[in-house]
């Protein structure tokens, strides 16, 4: 199993930026595809960005496209870490942001599974 640990979050006016990060541990092999999900009060959880397994590949939703950026830290073979930077932030980007390892790889389409890994979400609020 894979234990996925973020942090980063907090309270941001909008136009400001965050980023968060998601430390892996566990049986986390730097192969694996890795990305964010986010959830906002009432709504359901929402593809936020996408790293796939071999690393080239990223994926974004289009609400953050051109704003936020995934990129990943294999330097150490302990501990592999995915970040998320998020610039030019709005208020409609307010919610819970959760680190995902899937057991497909990303595509244009992303899909979650019964098996994939989530984190614990940490909480990003921007005020306008």
């Known amino acids: 199993q894979v234990v996925l640990t973020e942090s980063g979050g907090g309270l941001v006016q909008a136009g400001g930026s965050l980023r968060l990060s998601c430390v892996t541990s566990?049986?986390?092999?730097?192969?694996?595809?890795m990305g964010w999900f986010r959830q906002a009060p009432g709504q359901e959880r929402e593809f936020v960005a996408g790293?796939?397994?071999?690393?080239?590949?990223?994926?974004?939703?289009d609400s953050v496209k051109g704003r936020f950026t995934i990129t990943k830290d294999d330097a150490d073979d302990a501990k592999h870490t995915v970040y998320l930077q998020m610039n030019s932030l709005k208020p409609e980007d307010t919610g819970v942001y959760y680190c995902?390892?899937?057991?497909?790889?990303?595509?244009?389409?992303?899909?979650?599974?019964?098996?994939?890994?989530w984190g614990q979400g940490t909480q990003v609020t921007v005020s306008s």
């Open positions: 566990g049986q986390y092999f730097k192969n694996f595809p």
């Open positions: 995902h390892s899937p057991i497909v790889d990303y595509s244009e389409n992303p899909t979650t599974g019964s098996f994939d890994d």
């Open positions: 790293l796939s397994a071999n690393g080239r590949v990223t994926y974004y939703g």
